[in-house]
Structures are given as structure tokens and as C-alpha cells.
């Protein structure tokens, strides 16, 4: 065995493991700290992704039976459904840019009215620059086509992107493996939801998401080229999807290096394969060059000049990952601080601090554990911080806004149950793959980015679940290319022992459901968001001080119900606050001195109001505000145009996610479906081996 031949089996079996450490992980410990996610219990995951693993192998087993010519309908009927659900989504959820998507939205909006003074945000992240020249671009474009900055036309642009990388790879497995596979991969296209989710965000994550199938494709066909012309074409091609993904995104540098790996480990068709390989790697090398260069000149065209005294240093983002109070992601007090200092040696002195400091109060068992913390946030959940990335919304159905807590409940557990059965599937492909001592060029190639980039999540950098998001798509591809019915092991009776199994995993679903209804039927409280604008305290602060007898009066529109106003929370504000109609007349007036953090008033029903915050003490008043060029909500401060309160209401409730009778009702559907697919297993097995 040659030495490029024990590499690619050393590193598939690499690939493997980090497969079976991931699904243990989603199995046992999703990360429920982030959020108020109530996961079900490892037990019912593990039965629900066997019963999406039988769903799938039905819808196998009746695709394998359909003629060729049929499966160029199927295809074209997958398409309609897919771009069907993405138009309504694209329509009905509008996201509403927060955080660092704020100040990248309002950046692009003011280089689109000529304005090229750049936020202090920027030259403190200067990652995000190439995304806001991105976004400034597609706006504009969007004034032309639609005559205004609409939201619907960024989704629409964004799950068009997001459909190239798809129906790239549907095409390449349709051509180079069989239909069945480009219809079975659309179908796990179609029902995953992070997809959906990513879609509505405009943020570098969606900008890279079809990278990585448009990367894979462009390696295949590369290393079947057989002439010169062929193989710069093709390679160009590689070196310039290398180079844009990670001008927008860095951490893609590991899809580079797997990709050369990949080009020098694994054969190819061109002639003086040798220099073929070189050529192509200072091709890409070339293309990395004249990116990086074009970014610069776009950037000094923008009226953007980088400067290193403000830039938040790689060590930073490093040590605040060693933090032994967090899991290894971004935590705003390490940032604030390192943030603060005046140069960029004294930025690097102090992060230099900070990671002497987290290793030295972790020791050696606290760093294995920490590891784990960070391996658990970067790989054990399924969603991909789906029902976080977005915070807030300007368009939602009222319907699902007030029955958003149950919802995203179900959704969030079955897209984890999704999850561990696309990690089972391509674990047992990479299994097999071992024991055959070969592995297919798309599953290493692949498997080596997913690896990188755990090692530079998990080890060096600051984790976050959507980081692992480039993952999804390699095991949707990876389940739709290698899924299998299971063989048939012989058996004396094999009637019997189908029954005895079927029945066997029936009573398992029964009593995991009765132990999870035990668990979900208990009273929680539900937070609904009427309105949430949350702006104004990340990396500014913003203020606006109001003297004693003084007031903001921001109007705003309820679609729901709603019992709770938060105002400026985390500091301790405190003042009065007076809903009125949006005449001015007023409807409820709280106490004068009470904490704006968390007021309760009666419930009041979805319409227009004006929320009043006035200062009722003898001291000035700050209370945080956030500017923008773009609406955050569809009214500014009456006092402040262009200005608008950081403030939450929401309605609040101890109730149960399902009641028992809706738990009962769920429940007996779970083991009606269960049961089902059991008939069909005991009918399939009775074909096959009659």
C-alpha cells in the first residue's frame, strides 16, 4: 500500500469517528443553554430519527421502483414544491437586521445615497466589510428592479443563491450517479429546515452556504479533465470560488486546504499529472492574490482604509474562546475590553493576557473539558441556531407569532432528530467505505473540511452552532448519495422475528412518549415577542438623556396580545412608562420609579400604540436609542426622526407547550405513523424473501 493510499484511509477513518462523535453528541447533549429550547428526551430523538430513516427507505424503495422516464417528472415536480415553499417564506417571514446586521443593512443603504463614511463597527471588524460592498450592490439592484429596499427581494435573492448550489449538485448526482439520488437529495432539501432559516438571513453564512457544493462539483470536474484548455478552465473556475468564499468568509480557508489535499492525494485524467497539480495550485494561489487585491481597491473605493490600531487581533477572538465562563463563544466583556485599548500591540499584549490567564485557571482537566463544551456547542445541535439567528422579524404570520414557543418546539426537535438520522446514514457509509480500505473522493475531500473546520472552531477560534453550518449541506449530499436499505440478516422465522421487532420498537415510542408527556404537559413560561427592537446597546451605545418631567414617545404596532414592556434591560433603567392609543390617549400608566427592565401590565390586544417613557425622578435619564437610515420599526421617536427605542413587549404565559389532551393527540399520531411503517417494513420483508 502506497503512502497517499494510507493517508486517504487514515484521514477517512478520521472523517468517520468525527461522524460518530457528532451523532453521539446530538444524541445526548443538544445545547439548550442558548435558548429556551425544551429538547426531548435521547430516547424519543433516537426512535424519531429511526422513524425518519424508515420515511426515507419507503420513499427509496418507491423511487427505485420508477422508470427513468419518471424520474425526470418527479424531478420537475420537486423543483415546483421546493420554489413553491421558498416564495411563500421569502413573502410571509421578513427578518429584521440586528446586531452585526445592523450595522452592515444600514452601512450599505448609506454608501447606496452616496454617503462613504464608514462606521467605527467596521474598522473593529473589518470581516464584515466585503459583505456590506455585497449588500450595497444587491440593494441597488433591488431600487432598480423594484423601486425600493424591499426585504422580500433580499430573500428572494438570497434562496435563489442558495438554489444555484442546489441545483448544482442535484444536476452532478442526477449525471454522474443515478436520478434516484438527485430526486432523494431534493426531497432532504425540501424538509430542512435550518435551509429555510439561513435563507432569511442576510449575513456571510448564506453568501457561503452553496460554496461548498459549488467547490465539490468543480474538484469532480477538474479531475476529469483530460486536455490543458480542460484543466485551467476547470481550475480557474475552483480558484475562484476558493478565493470568494473566503473573502467572505475566513474560516474557509479550511475548504482550501482540503481541496488541495484532495487535488494532490487523489488522481486525476490530465497529462504530466505532476505539473497539472502544481499548475492548478498556483492558479488558485493567483486567484487568492487578485481577490484579495480587488477586494482592496473596492474597499479604498468605498472610502473604507482598514486601520490595525482598531481591528479586534486574531488572539482576541482566540482567548475570549478560553474563557473557562463560556462555552467558546463570542462574550461581549472580552471583546469591550481588548476593544478598548488604544493600539494594536496593546490589543494583542492584553488578549495575549487574557489567554494565560483562562489557561491557567483551567489546568489541564479544565482545558479537556472545555474542549467538550466547545465541541458540544460547535456539533451537538441540529437546528444550527436556526430559531436564533433571526431575533426579530418585520413580517410574520400572526398565526405562528402567537404560536411561535409550540412551534418552534416541534420543529427544533424534529429537525434534531433529522439531524442524527443524516449522521447515522453517512456514518455507515464511511464504515463500509473503511472496511472497503477506499473512499470516494467527495466523501474525503468533504469529510477533511468538515474536520478543519471542527479543529478551527473546537480548538483555536471562537464557536458559535452556525459556524457548523457548511455541514449540513456535505450530509444532505452525503445521506442522498450513500442511503441503502438495510439486508436482510437470515433468520429461521423471519415472520416472527419482523413481528417481534416491530412490536418491540412500538412499546419504546409508547413509553418514551409517556415519559416526554410527563415532562412537556408541565406548565413553562412562554415568551411571545410582539415587537422586539433590541438595537442600540451592541458595540454603541447610544443615548439620549431626558431630564426630570422629560419623555420619548415611540409608536409601534402589536399583532398579538401583549402583558410585558422591556426597556433598555441590563441597566438597571429607571423612570415611568404610559401606553396610549396612537391619538395619545392613554390606557395604562405604571408606577413612577419602577425598573423598565421587566414591567407587567394587564393584557392588552394586538393594535397601534404609543409606548411614553418619561423621566420621574429629580437626576437626567438615559435611556438607549438606536439611529438608522432604514426603518427598524415602521414609526420613529415623535421627539428623534430616524431614531428609534431600544424596547421589547411581548406576551407572557405559564402554560404547558401542549396540553395533555394535545400531548395525548400528538402522541397517538407519533405511534400511528410508528405502526405504519412498521406494517410496511413486515410487508417489505415478506416480499423480498418469499
Known amino acids: 500500500m502506497s503512502f497517499r493510499q494510507k493517508l486517504r484511509i487514515s484521514g477517512g477513518l478520521l472523517i468517520t469517528g468525527l461522524l460518530a462523535i457528532t451523532g453521539l453528541l446530538a444524541l445526548l447533549c443538544p445545547v439548550a443553554y442558548r435558548a429556551d429550547r425544551h429538547w426531548w428526551s435521547p430516547l424519543l430523538v433516537g426512535l424519531t430519527s429511526l422513524v425518519y430513516l424508515g420515511l426515507l427507505g419507503i420513499t427509496y424503495w418507491y423511487l427505485h421502483h420508477l422508470p427513468p422516464r419518471t424520474h425526470q417528472w418527479v424531478g420537475w415536480g420537486l423543483w415546483a414544491v421546493l420554489l413553491t415553499g421558498q416564495l411563500i417564506i421569502a413573502y410571509d417571514w421578513i427578518a429584521a437586521p440586528r446586531a452585526d446586521l445592523y450595522f ?29 460592498l455585497l ?85 469532480f470536474r477538474f479531475r476529469r479533465a483530460v486536455t490543458w484548455r480542460q484543466g485551467l478552465g476547470r481550475g480557474l473556475v475552483l480558484g475562484l470560488l476558493l478565493a470568494v468564499s473566503y473573502l467572505f468568509k475566513a474560516n474557509f480557508i ?45 474597499q479604498t473605493a468605498a472610502g473604507y482604509q482598514a486601520d490595525p490600531n482598531q481591528a479586534l487581533p486574531a488572539l482576541s477572538w482566540i482567548a475570549m474562546s478560553w474563557n473557562p465562563a463560556y462555552h467558546g463563544d463570542y462574550n461581549k466583556q472580552d471583546a469591550d475590553t481588548v476593544i478598548a485599548a488604544p493600539t494594536a500591540q496593546a490589543k494583542t499584549t492584553l488578549a495575549q493576557e487574557h489567554l494565560a490567564q483562562a489557561f491557567d485557571q483551567l489546568g489541564p482537566s479544565g482545558v479537556a473539558v472545555h474542549l467538550f463544551r466547545k465541541a458540544q456547542l460547535f456539533l451537538a445541535t441540529g437546528t444550527f441556531d436556526s430559531f436564533q439567528v433571526n431575533s426579530a422579524f418585520d413580517r410574520l404570520p400572526t398565526a405562528y407569532r402567537r404560536h411561535q414557543p409550540v412551534c418552534e418546539w416541534l420543529l427544533a426537535n424534529l429537525t434534531q432528530a433529522a439531524y442524527c438520522g443524516l449522521l447515522l446514514i453517512n456514518l455507515c457509509w464511511g464504515w463500509v467505505q473503511w472496511r472497503r480500505r477506499h473512499f470516494s473522493a467527495g466523501f474525503w475531500v468533504g469529510g477533511l473540511f468538515a474536520l478543519g473546520l471542527t479543529a478551527f472552531h473546537v480548538i483555536f477560534w471562537e464557536t458559535e452552532e452556525r459556524y457548523a453550518l457548511p455541514l449540513l449541506p456535505l450530509l444532505l449530499a452525503g445521506a442522498a448519495s450513500s442511503f441503502r436499505l438495510p439486508e436482510r440478516c437470515p433468520v429461521r422465522h423471519p415472520r416472527v422475528w419482523s413481528r417481534t421487532l416491530v412490536a418491540s420498537f412500538s412499546v419504546l415510542m409508547v413509553g418514551a412518549l409517556a415519559w416526554g408527556g410527563v415532562v412537556h404537559t408541565r406548565p413553562v413560561t412562554q415568551l411571545v415577542d410582539a415587537v422586539s427592537q433590541n438595537e442600540g446597546r451592541y458595540y454603541q451605545d447610544h443615548l439620549i438623556r431626558l431630564h426630570a418631567g422629560q419623555h420619548l414617545t415611540q409608536p409601534f404596532t402589536a399583532p398579538v396580545t401583549l402583558n410585558r414592556l422591556v426597556v433598555d434591560p441590563n441597566r438597571g433603567t429607571r423612570g415611568q412608562l404610559t401606553l396610549e ?27 397601534t400604540y404609543q409606548l411614553r417613557v418619561t423621566n420621574s425622578g429629580n437626576q437626567p435619564l438615559a435611556v438607549v436609542t438606536a439611529p438608522a437610515n432604514y426603518p427598524l420599526l415602521p414609526h420613529a421617536l415623535q421627539q428623534h426622526p430616524h431614531q428609534y427605542l431600544r424596547f421589547v413587549a411581548r406576551h407572557a404565559a405559564l402554560a404547558p407547550l401542549l396540553t395533555p389532551k394535545r400531548y395525548a393527540l400528538f402522541a397517538g399520531l407519533w405511534v400511528l405513523l410508528t405502526a405504519s411503517l412498521g406494517a410496511w417494513y413486515v410487508r417489505w420483508w415478506k416480499k423480498v424473501t418469499n
Not at 454608501?111 to 466585503?130: C, I, S
Not at 482550501?256 to 497539472?276: D, E, Q
Not at 396612537?582 to 393594535?607: E, F, T, Y
Open 104 to 132: 452592515v443593512h444600514q452601512q450599505a443603504v448609506a454608501l447606496l445615497n452616496g454617503d462613504h463614511q464608514w462606521n467605527a463597527y467596521f474598522y473593529t471588524y473589518p470581516n464584515n466589510v466585503p459583505l456590506t
Open 135 to 219: 449588500l450595497a450592490g444587491v440593494l441597488k439592484l433591488g431600487r432598480w428592479v423594484t423601486g425600493g429596499d424591499s426585504g422580500v427581494w433580499l430573500n428572494l435573492v438570497q434562496f435563489a443563491w442558495l438554489d444555484t448550489g442546489i441545483a448544482v449538485m442535484a444536476h452532478h448526482l442526477r449525471r454522474q450517479v443515478a436520478p434516484l439520488r438527485a430526486n432523494l437529495f431534493l426531497i432532504l432539501v425540501t424538509t430542512s429546515v435550518p435551509l429555510y432559516a439561513y435563507a432569511l438571513n442576510t449575513y456571510s453564512d448564506t453568501v457561503v452556504l452553496p460554496a461548498v457544493y459549488l467547490v465539490l462539483v468543480a474538484l
Open 254 to 298: 479550511v475548504l482550501t486546504i482540503a481541496v488541495l489535499l484532495g487535488l494532490w492525494l487523489l488522481p486525476n485524467h490530465l497529462p504530466r499529472v505532476g505539473w497539472g497539480k502544481f499548475g492548478v495550485t498556483l492558479l488558485i494561489a493567483l486567484c487568492f492574490a487578485g481577490g484579495m487585491g480587488v477586494n482592496r481597491w473596492a
Open 581 to 607: 392609543t396612537r391619538q395619545g390617549k392613554p390606557i395604562w400608566r405604571s408606577a413612577k420609579r419602577v425598573s423598565l427592565a421587566n414591567v407587567k401590565l394587564p393584557d392588552q390586544p394586538a393594535g
